[in-house]
């Protein structure tokens, strides 16, 4: 399972770090992925990565301010956010899928794991 963490209110151009802890599972034989959805619009991959070899992806909408991080030795991928925008506004949710990835996931492969959502407000 996986257990999502870290969500708050923040001033716009602050930063959160969110945490995606996981168990039950062999935690390198997955890419773990962050997802957020916003009131009224669809859910969106913000950041994914491979624990296994480190390798990491990220939304356009959030590269160069978000940065996502794996602790094999805990079982847990980090999200940190820096210069948070009133858009990054959402629910933020962590989900694994067993394998490799070689990009963002997309919206709507089959994802083996998800983490109940933590929710994000950015403040104007």
């Known amino acids: 399972q996986l257990q999502a963490s870290g969500g708050g209110l923040v001033q716009a151009g602050g930063s959160l770090r969110l945490s995606c802890a996981a168990s039950g599972f062999t935690f390198d034989d997955y890419a773990i992925g962050w997802f957020r959805q916003a009131p009224g619009k669809e859910r969106e991959g913000v950041s994914c990565?491979?624990?296994?070899?480190?390798?990491?992806y990220y939304a356009d909408s959030v590269k160069g301010r978000f940065t996502i991080s794996s602790d094999s030795a805990k079982n847990t991928v980090y999200l940190q956010m820096n210069s948070l925008k009133p858009e990054d506004t959402a629910v933020y949710s962590c989900?694994?899928?067993?394998?490799?990835?070689?990009?963002?996931?997309?919206?709507?492969?089959?994802?083996?794991?998800w983490g109940k959502g933590t929710l994000v407000t950015v403040s104007s």
């Open positions: 989900a694994a899928a067993f394998g490799i990835v070689a990009g963002l996931i997309k919206i709507g492969r089959s994802m083996d794991y």
């Open positions: 990565i491979n624990p296994s070899d480190g390798s990491t």
